[in-house]
């Protein structure tokens, strides 16, 4: 009788699979609150424009987000961040910012976001 091959992973496939998915974890539920926070200013930057197209001076604009920036928990980005243009009747309102997130030790993630109430 001849020996069969046995197929499978083997311990160290199973550990360095593990150690990967493990590091896959760890980026993900450290960039959570930077992606929440951004869906905040993207939801945050929409409402602004609707205000803009409906007569809203650029300063109330800003005082806009200053106000909706405390109730939603916003830090990353000011009032004097915002770029308000006007682009024949409609109003856009943009943001570029950067979120650096801590990994492990001094290792960490780079963000970089773009918010904006133009479609695309």
Do not use: W
């Not at 929440?36 to 609707?50: C, F, S």
């Not at 650029?58 to 405390?70: H, I, K, M, N, T």
């Amino acid at each position: 009788m001849g020996f069969r091959h046995q197929r499978g992973v083997s311990l160290v496939g199973v550990l360095l699979i593990g150690a990967i998915g493990v590091c896959v974890l760890l980026m993900a539920f450290r960039s959570v609150p930077a992606v929440t926070e951004y869906m905040a200013i993207q939801r945050t930057v929409g409402v602004l424009a609707a205000e803009g197209d409906n007569g809203a001076s650029v300063a109330e604009l800003r005082q806009g987000f200053g106000r909706r920036s405390e109730v939603d928990d916003i830090s990353s980005v000011t009032a004097a961040d915002l770029e308000i243009t006007k682009e024949g009747n409609q109003t856009v309102v943009e943001v570029h910012y950067e979120r650096v997130v801590p990994m492990v030790a001094n290792v960490s993630l780079l963000i970089d976001f773009h918010a904006s109430s133009k479609a695309r």
